[in-house]
């Protein structure tokens, strides 16, 4: 299998503020080639220190990619440092400098001199071509060792590693391609669902399964290696199918989805609409069912009932409701779905109250009380959920179960 | 000045989906010590590797972080190859596994036999305590060069550091400690601001000043570098007084606030309350507002009101208004704001209505148009605003300008 290792340079990603995330696609296509990284390095402007760490690189590594310091100015060390850390000389492209001045033309603009630092190229280095900006990358074949120099915004980054890079290593990458898939699932745990779907993955020996707890829900992290993509997908497409098979409505997505993708679905399909009456959550679920394009096809509106007079007075709960079970009870979350629901004139409606902390608990009621409400033209219910975490870990718990409580009552019928 | 590296150890930290984000934290609390890091490496479980780039890191800098991979299990390999880069043999400390032992009986568990593994420490390392979990760190003086070994978990981690790393690199980091300050500015773009400031922060030779664009406001990030903590606080707040005295009000927090924690405490300040009319945004304002404990003290409620029938039904807009400028409009956000505050009695209203795209478009208003619309007792206000971005950012700036807006009418009266 190809081993690889990513240099980022850059002394802005040694603050406290910054960090290396273009590594992450990187990682992402390698291992669909079926290339293992096997180190991340970030070093700074630093000419001593990058020299050092790339040679390291190309002595213990197949493929090394070198991200970022390619702009114009002094701090961007990368070309010449790259080109000494091979043994190389650099050379100069008039025709690079000739493109440049041409593209600095087009903008109406001088291209100012110290951009012809970027028509130097290590010696018999195959340009790579910048469609989106002034940087161009390098890839250079040290005779098994493969060098490739790449600007560091995705926007440049991301379109020369597919066009240009990715043809070339797919041709000496050999016979096997990695495919992922994630399934998502809710309301089981990691265990539980481990052993549940143990005896199904552990029967492919060419795929890698993780299963993860991620915030409110489990995810199934499959890794195919396979001859080909499409031999890859469906693998993991059988074994999806197979999870499915076992755990049925548990698992909300098997294409990595977030539950609001999934809700915005499912009632587009249907043609249906929703609307929400927040309380905790104050305004979270509305705002993830609405962060999708074309929202406007199933979502009407919502209302972020916080105060005891917005629930009567906007959605219509009784107020001696309130009193008698409290603003956060069973009773209150069923009339504030059915109130939101008639007065946005919806197909559904789900409500949201509870205490999200730090304060508000009581003996009876603890931070993390949540009763999540429903309502359609035939149905009112609701759940009554205790759950853990820190007031962000509530708050985002909350509005995922209601959107999961949603997706039930709906394919329920 | 004193050099760092970080290494982060683990083989999840080399998937698409996992990042190192350990690093920033030890980051900052180096340069407050006047370190500067100047490499972070990212290994596997790999044995060779990771000796290799320990002992590159201790060849290179003064002080060298290893953290993670110190768990129980043969995946767990910083403990030998820390040892091995250093050339010095693992030591068994019976009361380590003493204290482990205990620790699982006060648990109501058996040790298990595999823990006995995190019983080895290098020879003549300084053990550091770990009160939150069974790994123990390991500090190291090679004369000249120190090595700590640090447990992944952020809560293991941070704690050690703190109580026990810091206070021996306080010994001989020498003179000088950083202070970093963060201003956050609104209403003025990146160069405009640096035109502006400039002449104030060169004048000071001891702070290094970036101005950073984020998002939607433009960060002033200063660091300066003094003998005590004291004095690099006292020079940060001297600059940032005098930004502000140059900039008034488009400063809205010198403390790295968010916009919502500035309006938040503003509003309980004065005793004050708010509601939020959303069209495009569909909740951002509302559930920003409410993401900070004790919300309740200044926000009401607030009407996510996506659809028209929403925004006359919910907050009484007029239909003929809608009909004849458009729900995006002008007259359509001082509507909204002014029927919400009425329905929600509080002292302000915001509200926005716009077009997050990607359709929905025209020409007159194209995707990224926005108003902005403000109640008050004896005010109403709205403003217009073009938006640049995709849908995501688009929606966040809008709740950005709305939160920003609230805030500079509220300090104008």
Not at 59 to 72: C, I, K
Not at 116 to 132: S, T, Y
Not at 329 to 346: K, L, N, P, Y
Request: some cysteine; charged content about 25%; aromatic content about 6%.
């Amino acid at each position: 299998m190809l081993t690889a290792e990513i240099i980022a340079v850059g002394s802005e990603l040694l603050t406290p503020t910054k960090i290396d995330t273009n590594s992450l696609w990187l990682t992402e296509r390698l291992n669909e080639l079926g290339v293992e990284l096997k180190l991340k390095t970030v070093v700074g402007d630093d000419p001593a220190r990058l020299e050092e760490t790339v040679r390291d690189a190309l002595g213990r590594s197949d493929l090394v990619f070198v991200t970022g310091g390619l702009g114009p100015t002094e701090d961007d060390v990368t070309r010449q440092v790259a080109a000494a850390a091979v043994g190389l000389p650099l050379v100069y492209h008039q025709d690079l400098e000739d493109n440049l001045r041409e593209r600095f033309r087009r903008w109406g603009r001088e291209m100012p001199e110290i951009n012809k630092r970027q028509a130097w190229v290590i010696d018999g280095a195959e340009v790579l071509p910048n469609p989106n900006g002034s940087a161009v990358g390098m890839y250079v074949d040290l005779g098994g060792t493969r060098l490739a120099v790449l600007p560091g915004p995705p926007r440049e980054n991301q379109p020369m590693f597919n066009d240009f890079v990715l043809p070339k290593i797919r041709e000496f990458s050999g016979a096997i391609v990695f495919r992922r898939r994630v399934l998502k699932v809710s309301g089981i745990g990691e265990s539980a669902l481990d052993e549940q779907i143990a005896p199904i993955y552990s029967a492919y020996e060419d795929v890698q399964t993780s299963v993860l707890f991620n915030k409110s829900e489990v995810e199934v992290h499959l890794r195919a290696a396979a001859s080909t993509a499409e031999e890859g997908d469906r693998i993991n497409a059988e074994i999806a199918g197979k999870i499915v098979e076992k755990l049925g409505i548990a698992v909300f997505s098997t294409e990595g989805e977030e539950m609001e993708q999934v809700v915005a679905r499912i009632l587009v399909d249907r043609g249906e609409t929703v609307s929400v009456a927040e309380s905790c959550t104050g305004g979270i679920v509305a705002q993830r069912l609405t962060d999708i394009p074309g929202s406007s096809a199933y979502f009407v509106g919502g209302v972020a009932a916080y105060a005891n007079e917005m629930k009567t007075g906007m959605l219509g709960v009784p107020a001696d409701l309130i009193e008698r079970f409290g603003a956060v009870s069973r009773e209150v979350a069923e009339a504030m779905a059915q109130g939101m629901r008639e007065r946005a004139d919806t197909t559904y409606a789900v409500s949201i109250t509870g205490i999200a902390g730090p304060a508000g608990g009581t003996e009876d009621k603890p931070v993390g009380t949540v009763y999540v409400g429903f309502a359609s033209g035939d149905c009112i219910r609701s759940l009554h959920l205790l759950l853990p975490g820190d007031r962000y870990l509530v708050r985002w718990r909350a509005s995922q179960a209601a959107l999961d409580y949603l997706r039930r009552q709906i394919l329920k019928n």
